[in-house]
């Protein structure tokens, strides 16, 4: 019997929501044997390792401008579960609609939205960190239980 080869977002989502599992249930037995504040801890040192990363990741990017981050950001390999419209795109101003994300519907499957919520909250660092002229403002998030997520990258 011949096994059908997985497509790159099922094995992406499959990855993504083993992540979710594991570090979900890492943070939340941190918290049960340390205290709320454990949260915070994991939240700070996955803020500090995604903008490390990240910086790593642009390095090889000689343009630094807006456009160029939005690019880099959907089209960074790990887009497949990722399902957005561009609402606006201007010289300095780029808002995107995602209607689809894989890392909320994974944490929010395991009950940890608040965990997950890192990875929202790392996006205007990273955005940052790339350029500080990039400012980056959103309103709702998948993670949150809203319809979408209304990323705002802008420079003034």
């Known amino acids: 019997m011949t096994e059908q080869k997985k497509s790159v977002q099922e094995v992406e989502t499959r990855l993504i ?7 979900s249930s890492t943070v939340a037995a941190m918290c049960a044997r340390y205290g709320p504040e454990a949260l915070d801890v994991a939240r700070q040192a996955f ?17 630094r401008d807006l456009h160029t981050y939005v690019g880099w950001l959907t089209t960074d390999g790990t887009e497949e579960g990722h399902r957005y419209e561009t609402v606006e795109s201007t010289e300095k101003s780029i808002r995107l609609k995602y209607l689809e994300c894989p890392w909320a ?15 929202c909250e ?10 500080s ?11 949150d239980g809203d319809e979408y997520c209304n990323h705002h990258f802008f420079t003034e």
Request: hydrophobic share 50%; glycine share 6%; charged share 20%.
């Open 17 to 23: 929501g083993m992540f979710a599992a594991i570090y």
């Open 133 to 143: 002229e990039i400012r980056f403002e959103r309103t709702m998030t998948l993670m």
């Open 47 to 63: 803020m500090d390792t995604m903008v490390g990363l990240s910086k790593e990741t642009l390095a090889h990017l000689k343009e």
């Open 105 to 119: 519907a994974a944490f929010r499957a395991v009950g940890h939205p608040e965990i997950g919520k890192f990875f």
């Open 122 to 131: 790392a996006d205007a660092p990273i955005a940052s960190a790339f350029n």
